[in-house]
């Protein structure tokens, strides 16, 4: 069993930086695909990066592609999201998650974070 913790959300001007951090418990998490995934009032969950277990592969929703990057220390059974540039409407709160399968959509994650609210100021 795996159990996601974030931290690092906040109040940023348009333009700013933050960087998300999700500490992982459980043995299995370096076995594990994580994603960063958000969801603003009113809107469906997006997709915003996704890591291979190994980080050897990586992949961007569109809106976020060229500001943000993600990363993961398997070591310390962390993963992060830096966040570059950041928008008004990069507003939401952000979710950690943890899935065998890894792909772009939420429903292959079994292992979800309480989620991080993050919001940028214009």
């Known amino acids: 069993q795996v159990q996601l913790v974030e931290s690092g959300g906040g109040l940023v001007q348009a333009g700013g930086s933050l960087r998300l951090s999700c500490a992982a418990s459980?043995?299995?998490?370096?076995?594990?695909?994580m994603a960063w995934f958000r969801q603003a009032p009113g809107k469906e969950r997006e997709f915003v990066a996704r890591?291979?277990?190994?980080?050897?592969?990586?992949s961007y929703g569109d809106s976020v592609k060229g500001r943000f990057t993600i990363s993961r220390d398997n070591s310390k059974n962390t993963g992060s999201l830096q966040m570059n540039s950041l928008k008004p409407e990069d507003t939401a709160v952000y979710y950690c998650?943890?899935?065998?399968?890894?792909?772009?959509?939420?429903?292959?994650?079994?292992?979800w974070g309480q989620g991080t609210q993050v919001t940028v100021s214009s």
């Open positions: 459980g043995r299995s998490f370096s076995s594990y695909s």
């Open positions: 890591i291979s277990w190994n980080g050897g592969s990586t």
């Open positions: 998650a943890a899935g065998r399968f890894g792909t772009t959509t939420s429903p292959s994650y079994s292992h």
